[in-house]
Every structure is written in structure tokens, then in C-alpha cells.
């Protein structure tokens, strides 16, 4: 099955610095790949996604770029602001309906 | 707002015991899928169903099974509690036809003593 490897686990960074996570996946059949933000005490929430037809995807100060060939793709958050301070997840998934597989975690820590 | 919802937020029950975890969904999705969170291991899949009365196994089901009757309610089983299953549960609903964003309910903080 899948296999979902994200990097690093813990993430400090100075305010208006830039913060970069990458995961890789296994299955080269993968299409579509989420990017998911987990506040403290909440419940994750999508905050971008990309697929397997694009290179790159951009929303304001968040980006994610996508690698088939390498297998890898990275997400980019510049500017940062102490309120992206959370745990980012990133996912694979093969088809429609099939299971998301997540990556083990990001903790951005946004120092003010 | 896609709403899904699960019965509790903190559950407290002794080894042995038969535990039920609810989730419901309001936005007819035909996919739900119930996700163990522990630190520094990610969401891990237990069990996904795409349909009613239709389940498949995850990444870790050992010690859960589920219960699909009816399209809107997603339930996850643990059969005899022990304390490793002690956990952060969380729930998710999806659309079937296009991968689409998952959308997860508030969590259920097990504890087993």
C-alpha cells in the first residue's frame, strides 16, 4: 500500500521567515495530494491541495509543488505569521474514493 | 458547512469493556474513514468505508472493527478495550466520485485505565 514520509517533525521559525515540508510517497499511481492544518485542539482542515496534472499550486502566502518523476512534493509557506503556528499533514491518494494516506506530521512553531 | 460530528469528545473506559465511537455526517458523502492520531505518528488509518454496509481494513485495524447501516453514520468498535489503544480518534467523511477534500469531525480523546 501507500506510504506517506513527511520531514521535518518539528519546524522553528523567526516571524516573516519562510517554512518548507516536504513528504515523499510511494505508489507512483497517486493523483492527488492534500496539504491539511491542524490547530491546537482542533480538527484538520485543508488548506491546499495539488494534482498529479500540475507542477505547482499557489494561495496567497501558502504554495505546493509536486514532483511525479522524484515521487516528492513540498509545501511552502512564506511570510509566516504566528497564527500558522499548528501540525501540517500532508496526503496521498490513488483514485476516487480511495483511502487518503497521511504523512506523520509537521509542528510549525512561528516565534513572534 | 459540511458538519461531521462525533457522539463524544473525551472518553474514559476500563480495560476489557466493549467501546462504541459515533460518527455522523451531514453532506450524503459516500466515503468515511476513522483515523487514530498519536504523537509523532501521523493519522493512521484503522477502517474506511466507501458504502453502506461495505468496510475495508486500513493500515492498523487489530483490535477494531466498524459498522456501516446507514450512509450518514460511521461507527468504529473496539471489542475488548486495552490500554494501547488509548488514543486521539477522528472521523472523516468524503465525496466518492472525485478526490475531494476530507472533512473531519472535532476528534474523540479515548483513554483506557
Known amino acids: 500500500g501507500e506510504n506517506v514520509e513527511q520531514h521535518p517533525s518539528t519546524l522553528s521559525v523567526q516571524e516573516g521567515d519562510s517554512a518548507v515540508i516536504k513528504c515523499t510517497y510511494s505508489?507512483?499511481?497517486?493523483?492527488?495530494f492534500p496539504w491539511y492544518k491542524q490547530e491546537l485542539g482542533k480538527r484538520p482542515q485543508l488548506i491546499i491541495d495539488?494534482?498529479?496534472?500540475?507542477g505547482e499550486k499557489k494561495d496567497q502566502r501558502i504554495a505546493v509543488t509536486l514532483n511525479k518523476t522524484a515521487k516528492h512534493f513540498s509545501l511552502h509557506i512564506t511570510e509566516t505569521q504566528p497564527e500558522d503556528s499548528a501540525v501540517y499533514f500532508c496526503?496521498?491518494?490513488?483514485?476516487?474514493?480511495?483511502?487518503?494516506?497521511f504523512g506523520g506530521g509537521t509542528r510549525v512553531l512561528v516565534k513572534p | 458547512d459540511v458538519k461531521v460530528t462525533q457522539s463524544s469528545r473525551y472518553l474514559v473506559k476500563r480495560t476489557g469493556e466493549k467501546v462504541f465511537l459515533e460518527c455522523v455526517q451531514d453532506?450524503?458523502?459516500?466515503?468515511m474513514f476513522w483515523y487514530r492520531q498519536d504523537p509523532g505518528l501521523g493519522l493512521r488509518l484503522i477502517y474506511f468505508?466507501?458504502?453502506?454496509?461495505?468496510?475495508e481494513k486500513g493500515d492498523i485495524p487489530e483490535g477494531y472493527s466498524v459498522s456501516r447501516e446507514k450512509k450518514e453514520r460511521f461507527s468504529l468498535i473496539l471489542e475488548s478495550a486495552s490500554t494501547n489503544q488509548t488514543s486521539m480518534y477522528l472521523c472523516?467523511?468524503?465525496?466518492?466520485?472525485?478526490?475531494?477534500?476530507?472533512?473531519f469531525g472535532q476528534g474523540t480523546r479515548l483513554t483506557v485505565v
Open positions: 472523516a467523511s468524503r465525496q466518492h466520485v472525485l478526490n475531494t477534500e476530507a472533512f
Open positions: 505508489d507512483s499511481a497517486s493523483n492527488y
Open positions: 495539488i494534482r498529479s496534472n500540475v
Open positions: 496526503a496521498a491518494s490513488k483514485a476516487a474514493g480511495n483511502k487518503l494516506t
Open positions: 453532506m450524503d458523502h459516500e466515503n
Open positions: 468505508s466507501y458504502d453502506v454496509k461495505m468496510k
